[in-house]
C-alpha cells in the first residue's frame, strides 16, 4: 500500500541560540531557575518597556546560517507577530516575517531507511534545501503538572523573550528517517558551532513538522497536516510514521485528509486533532515599530566565518579518509565536537588510529556510561589512553590486562604504568617462564592430553585458557600458543 504513495515532509525547527542574556533585554536565559524570577518590563511586556536587539544574538545567527549555506540579507526586519495566548504576556510575538534574517540555504548529509531493529539499511548523500533561517523571541511557559491546585493554569515567563532562531526545511524529506537524519544533523552542526547545545528535553531544540501523502507521480502535494511540538528523535520518527499510515488509511477508505494541527500522544502512540483550519490563526503581521532595520555588515559576516570550526560532515569523511576507520565508527567519533578531538588528540599521540577508535568506543564509552560522566568530563585524558594503547602495541600488557587496565585508570584517575606495576608487572613474554605454567596446565590435565594427542585439536584453547589463569592473565597470548603447541605436539 505504502508504494503507491509518496510521502512529502517539511521541518520548523527553532534552536535556542546559546546567550547568556534573553534577545531584547538582560534578563538570564538560565535553564531551571525560580518560576518568574528572571523577568524585567521588557520580556514582561509593560506598558512603554522598549526592546534593544542583543548584539551576540546576531552573531550566533549569522554563524549558523553561514554554517547551512544560507544568504544572509544585509537588512531584514522584525514583525509582530498577533495572538493571544496566557504565556504571551505582550499579546504579540516580535518575530520576522517577508525580511528574515537570511534565506536558501541547503545541507548535504548521508541518510538511509532503517529496518525493524532500526538499523541503517543503505546509507546515501542526499540535498536537502532550508527556506530561511529567521529570529524571534520564545513565549513563556503554562504549567499544570506539579502545581499545588490541580484545577488551575500558572504561568512562568523565565523563557518570554529566550532568543530562538526559527529554521524551516524546504518540503524536501520524502521519509520519516529522512526528517529523522536531517534533524540529527542540525543537533550536531548547531551544537559543533556553539550555537545551540541542542538539548531536547529543556526545549532548546524543538521540532513541527508538515506532511502530507499524495500518489506517486502526482505533481500536487496533498493536504497537509501539521504536527507540533516533537521533543525527541524518536517521537518525531514515530509521529511522522503514524501520521503516513493514517493519511494512506482516510484516502483508501474513500476519505480526505483534514487539514489540521496535531499533537503526538507518546503514552497511546497516536496522534491527535488540536486545532482545525477553521480555527487557525491570522496573525496581522506587521513591522515592529519599536526596533529599527537589522542591518548586517560584511566585516560581521567575515569575522564568524573564521570561527566557524571544521564541521562534523566534513570531519566524519576526512577520519574515513585519514584514519581508515569505517562509515560506522567515523559517524559515532563524530557526534560530537568534543567525542571527535578527544579521538583525535587520542589517535595522534598513539599512533594506532583503530585502537584508539576500538578503545574509545566500546571500553571508554561503557565506563562513561555506567557513571554518566561525557567526553568534556571523561578522567582518562587523550594521552593517558595513547600511552595505554602503546603499551599494548609493544607487548607490554595483554589487550585483555589492559581491559583491566582502563577500569582502574578510570575510577583512579592514575596512569597505565602506575596500575600495570601495581597490578603485580607487566605482560609475560619470556619463553621460558610461560613453558614452566604450560607444562603445569599440562601435568594437571592428563585426560585432556590423550584428547588432545587423540586428534581432538579445538582442545588447544582449554589449555590457553589454563595457562592463563596459572599466570594470573599476564602470560603474552601470542607466545602461550606457540609454547603450548610445540610442547603437546611432543
Ligand atoms: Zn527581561
Redesign the pocket.
Known sequence: MRDKYETVIGLEIHAQLNTES?IF???STRFGDEANS???P???GLPGALPVLNRRVVELAARAALALNLNINSRSIFSRKNYFYPDLPKGYQISQYDRPFSEHGWVEIPTSERDELGHATEWRTKKFCITRLHLEEDAGKSLHEGMPDPTRSYVDLNRS?VPLAEIVSEPDFRSSWEAYDYMQYLRRTLSYIGVCDGNMEEGSLRCDANVSVRLRGANEFGTRVELKNLNSFRFLQKALEYEIDRQIATIEAGGKVVQETRLWNEHESKTYSMRSKEEAHDYRYFPEPDLPPLVIDDELIEKQRAELPELSEARRRRFIDEYGLSLDDASQLTDSRETAEYFEATARTSGNAKASANWILNELVREMKSSATDFSSVPVSPEALAAMIKMIDSGGISGKMAKDVLVRMYQTGRTAEEIVSEMGGSQVSDEAAIRAFVDRAIAANPKQLEQYRAGKTSLVGFFVGQVMKLSSGRANPQVVNDVLKKALES
Open positions: 534573553k533585554c538582560g534578563c528572571n523577568v524585567c521588557v520580556c514582561l523573550g
